[in-house]
């Protein structure tokens, strides 16, 4: 039996939560696997939140919403993204013959780690997809440690520390 080291990643567990809420909700309140209706369902985006040694960067598929109907928000380390996907105004709903796009309010709300820059935080709309690019706070990046080779390098550290000056 081999064993296997796995990286730990709250996001991917935080992730596949929702989303199993959202099927909860969504096939108890849609009316899955019960006869169609023409009425309009939540609209709740797929959202991808990955992470590199200097950003946290989550992309949400919003397409067909104006970015002026977007709001997004930090608040006590916590991202909001809200938005509304409207209804065409110039086509009725009785002409529909079936409604299968998701239209109406959604709420988007992610737990941040301390490691982010609140003062840093970007955001860009690009054929539908939300992209927010979240800094990591200087302090939260990895730092390369140099390693001294030999007795010499050892050397420079015993006499550092025992005069009280840097090596």
Request: neutral net charge.
């Given at each position: ?138 302090e939260a990046k990895p730092k390369q440690i140099q390693i001294g080779v030999g007795s010499q390098g ?14």
């Amino acid at each position: 039996m081999s064993s296997m080291i796995t990286r730990w990643d709250p996001f991917r567990e935080l992730t596949q939560l929702q989303d199993r809420m959202d099927r909860l909700f969504r096939d108890t309140y849609t009316g899955s696997g019960r006869e169609e209706s023409l009425e309009q369902g939540s609209f709740v985006p797929a959202v991808d939140v990955y992470e590199d040694e200097h950003n946290i960067t989550l992309k949400l598929e919003v397409p067909g919403i104006d970015p002026k109907d977007m709001d997004i928000r930090l608040e006590n380390n916590t991202l909001s993204v809200r938005g509304e996907r409207k209804l065409e105004k110039e086509e009725k709903q009785e002409n529909f013959h079936r409604i299968e796009r998701r239209y109406g309010s959604f709420v988007r709300t992610f737990s941040l780690p301390n490691t982010v820059d609140g003062d840093k935080i970007q955001a860009n709309y690009d054929n539908g997809v939300l992209k927010i690019t979240l800094s990591k706070k200087a302090e939260a990046k990895p730092k390369q440690i140099q390693i001294g080779v030999g007795s010499q390098g050892l050397q420079k550290t015993i006499e550092a520390k025992g005069t009280g000056k840097a090596a």
